[in-house]
């Protein structure tokens, strides 16, 4: 059985930076595709931004340029680094990943609020 543990989510004022982590339970189990979605209240949850096995990226256009997403395969983790955050950016954030080989399926971490003050 794996998870995914995110962290990194936090209170900052406008204009500053966060780092959020999301990191396979058991490091054994190679994450093969990331994502990072977002949900602010009463919206629908949104696609942030994507990382491929290869280190290939791609953003929604309301990040790019401030969001970075990176991994560390060593450490079966998938990193997003927020800078320049704005108060829009405020929801909850979440992983979610495909291992390979195995287990089979989509995993989601359990969700890290972000909230930026003005």
């Known amino acids: 059985q794996v998870q995914l543990v995110e962290s990194g989510g936090g209170l900052v004022q406008a204009g500053g930076s966060l780092r959020l982590s999301c990191a396979a339970s058991r490091s054994i189990f190679r994450i093969n595709v990331a994502d990072w979605y977002r949900q602010a209240p009463g919206k629908q949850r949104e696609l942030v931004a994507a990382i491929t096995s290869g280190g290939s990226t791609n953003y929604a256009d309301f990040v790019k340029g401030r969001f970075t997403i990176s991994r560390d395969n060593a450490k079966s983790t998938v990193y997003l680094q927020m800078n320049s955050l704005k108060p829009e950016d405020t929801a909850v954030y979440y992983c979610?990943?495909?291992?390979?080989?195995?287990?089979?399926?989509?995993?989601w971490g359990q969700g890290v609020q972000v909230t930026v003050s003005s």
């Open positions: 979610k990943a495909t291992f390979s080989p195995f287990p089979s399926g989509d995993y």
